[in-house]
């Protein structure tokens, strides 16, 4: 999110997540931009801050004022990087797990398990997300089976309205993450797509 009406829209929709970026790109946010950008959404949803090669130090400063309750690491995070980022942050941390071709590289398993979350996303060398570019879900599935462990899985990459239905039901994630998938233009979100991608992914009518 870049706006504070689309972050008031998404949680009166019923995102469970909003999400800032603090990572390179056009969606690129301050900490205090991302504090009022979050507030606007109000306590019901979950405050997620991505990050790219920023240092711990940094991340827990940014975490602290934008009052973010997760941090997602975009940039390839290892588990010692997820070990750095708890021992200055109290919240949830996810790790994204961004893939080139068609399958979950083998040395990913590990944050399965040491990540509250792992998020598959599809690899661009030139940007951390947000590429409108969609993973293999059926040979990823397959992938998944064997590596799953403690985390929860967080679909991102490519997802829309009207494909969304398809990626759950063929890798049952545990949260779908959109982004350029409801949006005009890149940061800015189209109130009817993000209606549409509600209702596609939680079989019912957005409200």
Do not use: C
Not at 117 to 122: S, Y
């Amino acid at each position: 999110m870049t706006r504070p009406p689309d972050a008031a829209l998404a949680a009166e929709i019923g995102a469970s997540y909003i999400g800032v970026v603090f990572a390179d790109g056009p969606r690129r946010v301050t900490p205090a931009q991302a504090r009022k950008i979050l507030d606007a959404a109000g306590g019901t949803a979950k405050r997620v801050g991505v990050f790219g090669t920023n240092a711990p130090d940094e991340i827990a400063r940014a975490a602290e004022e934008a009052r973010l309750d997760i941090v997602q690491l975009q940039a390839d995070p290892s588990t010692a990087d997820i070990k750095a980022i708890r021992a200055k942050f109290n919240g949830q941390v996810w790790a994204a797990i961004r893939i080139a071709g068609a399958h979950i590289p083998r040395d990913a398993e590990d944050l399965f398990d040491r990540a509250d979350a792992v998020v598959l996303d599809a690899r661009n060398e030139k940007r951390l997300g947000g590429t409108g570019m969609a993973l293999p879900w059926d040979d990823i599935a397959v992938d998944l089976a064997r590596d799953r462990g403690s985390a929860a899985v967080v679909l991102a990459g490519g997802l829309k309205p009207t494909n969304v239905a398809t990626a759950i039901r063929t890798l049952a994630p545990d949260v779908v993450d959109v982004s350029s998938g409801v949006e005009r233009s890149p940061g800015v979100k189209d109130p009817w797509l993000m209606r549409e991608f509600y209702a596609a992914a939680t079989g019912t009518r957005a409200h």
